[in-house]
C-alpha cells in the first residue's frame, strides 16, 4: 500500500546528521547541507548525497573511537556504511551491492550480527516482474565495521521478507511472505549456525492461511514499503 510520503523519500532524502542547537558548533561539511528545512531547537551540522543513493531504513554502532551508520536502499540495491565520526564530514566508506530486482530497504544491526531484508519489488515500484529476484534475509558478520561477510541466507520459497526485527542472539524475527499464506505472516528463525538457518516458529491472523475462513476483518499491518 503505497504511502504519499515516499514521493518526496525518493526526491530529496539523504542521510542528515543532527545535533542539539547549543551541542555543537557549526563546521564545513564534505556536501554542502541543503537549504529550505525548517527546525526548532534542533540543527543539521553534516550532509551526505550518499553517492546518490537515497537511504532508507538506518541503525548506528560505535566501534572502537568511530562511529558508523549503516543502511538499506529503497532505489538501489545494496546496502551503504557511512562514517559519522565526525558528524560534519559524513563519509560514505562502503557500499555493499545487492541483488538485482530485488528490494533491499531493510536491515537490523546487534553487536558483530546484521540481517538484510531481500524482497520481491511491489508492484509500481520499478520492479520487473518478467526478471528473476532473490528473496528471504542475508545473514552477515560485521566484525570488521566497513567489511561485512556474508554468513548465510534464509529463504521463504515466497515474496522474502519485508520489516525484520534483531537485537542479537540466536532468533531473528520476520515479517515473511511464505508460500500458502497471504500477505506477510510472522516467522521466528533460529541462526545459531547462520550458514543454515532454521525455522522455528510462524504465527498468522486467522483467514492469513490458504483454505482458512477470517473470523473477523483484521489488518496486518504490513502492507508496502515502510
Same mark, same amino acid.
Given at each position: 500500500? !503505497?504511502? =504519499?510520503?515516499? *514521493?518526496? @523519500?525518493?526526491?530529496?532524502?539523504? &542521510? ?6 547549543? !551541542?555543537?558548533?557549526?563546521?564545513? #561539511?564534505?556536501? *554542502?547541507?541543503?537549504?529550505? &528545512?525548517? *527546525? ?15 537511504? %532508507? ?22 546496502? *551503504?556504511? @557511512? ?7 559524513? /563519509?560514505?566508506?562502503? %557500499?555493499?551491492?545487492? =541483488? ?18 531481500? /524482497? ?16 528471504? @534475509?542475508?545473514?552477515?558478520?560485521? #566484525?570488521? =565495521? ?5 554468513? +548465510? ?11 525484520? %526485527? ?8 520476520? !515479517? !515473511? ?5 497471504? /500477505?506477510?505472516?510472522?516467522?521466528? @528463525?533460529?541462526? #545459531? ?5 532454521? /525455522? ?10 490458504? +483454505?482458512?475462513?477470517?473470523?473477523? =476483518?483484521? #489488518? ?7
Amino acid at each position: 500500500m !503505497a504511502c =504519499p510520503g515516499y *514521493s518526496i @523519500v525518493r526526491r530529496s532524502f539523504r &542521510a542528515f546528521i543532527y545535533s542539539l542547537a547549543f !551541542a555543537l558548533p557549526i563546521a564545513a #561539511s564534505a556536501d *554542502s547541507i541543503p537549504g529550505g &528545512a525548517a *527546525s526548532q531547537n534542533i540543527q543539521a551540522v553534516g550532509y551526505s548525497d550518499l553517492q546518490g543513493r537515497p537511504g %532508507f531504513k538506518m541503525s548506528i554502532r560505535q566501534v572502537g573511537e568511530r562511529w558508523y551508520l549503516y543502511m538499506g536502499h529503497l532505489w538501489n540495491n545494496g546496502w *551503504s556504511i @557511512v562514517d559519522v565520526t565526525d558528524p560534519t564530514k559524513p /563519509e560514505v566508506v562502503k %557500499f555493499v551491492p545487492g =541483488p538485482e530486482n530485488t528490494w533491499t530497504i531493510q536491515m537490523e544491526i546487534s553487536g558483530d550480527r546484521m540481517i538484510t531484508a531481500l /524482497e520481491k519489488i511491489g508492484d509500481g515500484w520499478g520492479g520487473d516482474p518478467n526478471k528473476p529476484n532473490d528473496e528471504g @534475509v542475508l545473514i552477515w558478520d560485521i #566484525s570488521d =565495521p566497513v567489511d561485512p561477510k556474508k554468513l +548465510g541466507q534464509y529463504k521463504t520459497g515466497g515474496t522474502g521478507t519485508h520489516r525484520n %526485527f534483531y537485537a542479537g542472539g540466536k532468533y531473528m524475527h520476520l !515479517a !515473511a511472505g511464505m508460500p500458502g499464506y497471504k /500477505e506477510n505472516i510472522y516467522v521466528i @528463525v533460529d541462526i #545459531s549456525d547462520p550458514a543454515n538457518p532454521v /525455522e522455528a516458529g510462524r504465527w498468522w491472523v486467522p483467514g492469513q492461511k490458504a +483454505g482458512e475462513t477470517q473470523v473477523a =476483518p483484521q #489488518s496486518t499491518g504490513l502492507h508496502g514499503p515502510p
